[in-house]
T-cell receptor, first 114, second 114 residues
Framework: AQSVTQLGSHVSVSEGALVLLRCNYS??????LFWYVQYPNQGLQLLLK??????LVKGINGFEAEFKKSETSFHLTKPSAHMSDAAEYFC????????????FGTGTKLQVIP | NAGVTQTPKFQVLKTGQSMTLQCAQD?????MYWYRQDPGMGLRLIYY???????DKGEVPNGYNVSRLNKREFSLRLESAAPSQTSVYFC?????????????FGPGTRLLVL
């Protein structure tokens, strides 16, 4: 079984401040991890993903995340928030190997304050 | 490429009515998914199709049926709609040699059941 926990359903940051969105996962086998972003009235789009290799993953729009196996975490960061980053962010996990379904977290809404 | 398209965008049904949500992708992907999104619950998998000709239940399949009509199309049917099925429905597809782990989402169908 696999699961994802996103800490904080709402996060507010000032424009230019650090963005940190937290995600912890559980998986019985090595995981594949994802962050998706959803803008209002749109579908989800992939920000970044970790499958194998380098544990620090860079994505679109200046976001990055680090896979930390010892902490079972995959937190999303961006050094400087922009107004256009206001959206809902979803962490997701899939167990590696074979065909496996993706499990999504409950989402974190990011508000950017001017 | 249109990506993943969904019809209709909005629908209002009365309890007991039936309808089919349509989804099509033009990326030659093998896998297709139907999710529902409810506030505070993230995305929950209703049904998925790992390849043409196969379908499997996800987390919340009750009250729904699906058809993988061909490689491009994956429809979701509500035989007798209930107010609990009021939600936003997303179709997604996954596959392709260069980006196998990424799911591509449609814009969603907003369904209200009265």
């Amino acid at each position: 079984a696999q699961s994802v926990t996103q800490l904080g359903s709402h996060v507010s940051v000032s424009e230019g401040a650090l963005v940190l969105l937290r995600c912890n996962y559980s998986s019985s086998v090595p995981p594949y991890l994802f962050w998706y972003v959803q803008y209002p009235n749109q579908g989800l789009q992939l920000l970044l993903k970790y499958t194998t290799g380098a544990t620090l993953v860079k994505g679109i729009n200046g976001f990055e995340a680090e896979f930390k196996k010892s902490e079972t975490s995959f937190h999303l960061t961006k050094p400087s928030a922009h107004m256009s980053d206001a959206a809902e962010y979803f962490c997701a996990v899939r167990a590696s190997g074979g065909y496996q379904k993706v499990t999504f977290g409950t989402g974190t809404k990011l508000q950017v304050i001017p | 490429n249109a990506g993943v398209t969904q019809t209709p965008k909005f629908q209002v049904l009365k309890t007991g009515q039936s309808m089919t949500l349509q989804c099509a992708q033009d990326m030659n992907h093998n896998s297709m998914y139907w999710y529902r999104q409810d506030p505070g619950m993230g995305l929950r998998l209703i049904y998925y199709s790992a390849s043409e000709g196969t379908t499997d239940k996800g987390e919340v399949p009750n009250g729904y049926n699906v058809s993988r009509l061909n490689k491009r199309e994956f429809s979701l049917r509500l035989e007798s709609a209930a107010p609990s099925q009021t939600s936003v429905y997303f179709c997604a597809s996954k596959g392709g040699a260069s980006n196998q782990e990424t799911q591509y989402f449609g814009p969603g169908t907003r369904l209200l059941v009265l």
